[in-house]
């Protein structure tokens, strides 16, 4: 498994989404919020910045967040959301949109998504929308996001028909995934995020397999095997993402799991009682079982 180069600047691990004319860096390290603010200075210097985030992550991260922006001479306003699947609505898409544009967000501003992949689905829509389009910055928390969600550019909400019906491809211009943020979720959370690791892995990296059949452990507890595993899956996506942003061929792989995953969680409400990431990993299971019954592999 090769692991991505060391930013010189930074000493956070630089993962490149190349994409044709709209190349984006992920930011891979421990501490990296305290910092944002001078990243994205650098970025889009004399920006203002809506900060798009839920009630526990900002008990969590926001006043770092807002103190890294001062810093660097970015005024900022934040937008919270009640946490969970259910904000990821028709009405939780109204309070994000307003909240930017009370803010006074223009195209020439930032919207940038502190939180999971609820989050960071949402603000992502939110920006494509308000003002026919302003630029994100993806700032995952759980990993989760930090390994699938915030890459790639999907965003969108839940219909009452299913998930993730509504939505646009919006990609952002910065992802800065502070990996000690992940020392701050409940263990299932973690584990939940695992799945969509592992999902890597079972798309034919089999050196990517091998080392998290050894290292599964440690990705879950924490430490440097963690960090190993989000920039090998965010190099995994990027790959991936460069040569199919629109899903139109090889991106489809990356829903491995994810056709029985949301109508698993459909059948839950769209609540707490399954997490995204656990119905990943049932929906895999049950894709091999049933690739197995027809003969496919």
Known sequence: MSAPSPSSETGARTVRVDLAGRPYDILIGAGLLSGIGAQIAALRPGARVAIVTDRNVAERHLATV???????????????????????S????????EGIISARIERRDLV????????????GFAASVVRRGVDVVQAPTTLLSQVDSSVGGKTGINSPQGKNLVGAFHQPVLVVADTAALDTLPAREVRSGYAEVAKYGLLGDAALFG??????????????????????????????????????????????????????????????RLLHGEAVSIGMCLAFAYSAHLGLC
């Not at 028709?90 to 949109?97: K, N």
Request: aromatic fraction near 4%; include cysteine; charged fraction near 20%.
């Open 90 to 97: 028709y009405a939780g898409l109204e309070q994000v949109v």
């Open 211 to 272: 080392w998290l059949e050894a290292k599964g452990r440690e990705v879950i507890s924490g430490g440097a095997a963690r960090a190993e595993a989000v920039a090998a899956s965010c190099m995994a996506k990027a790959a991936i993402v460069a040569r199919d942003e629109k899903e139109t061929g090889d991106r489809a792989l990356l829903n491995l799991g994810h056709t029985f995953g949301h109508a698993l969680e459909a059948g839950a409400g769209f609540s707490d």
């Open 66 to 88: 807002e103190t890294s922006l001062r810093a660097a001479g970015i005024g900022s306003v934040a937008v919270v959301v009640a946490p969970g699947e259910k904000t990821k």
């Open 112 to 123: 940038l998504a502190l939180g999971g992949g609820v989050v960071g689905d949402l603000a």
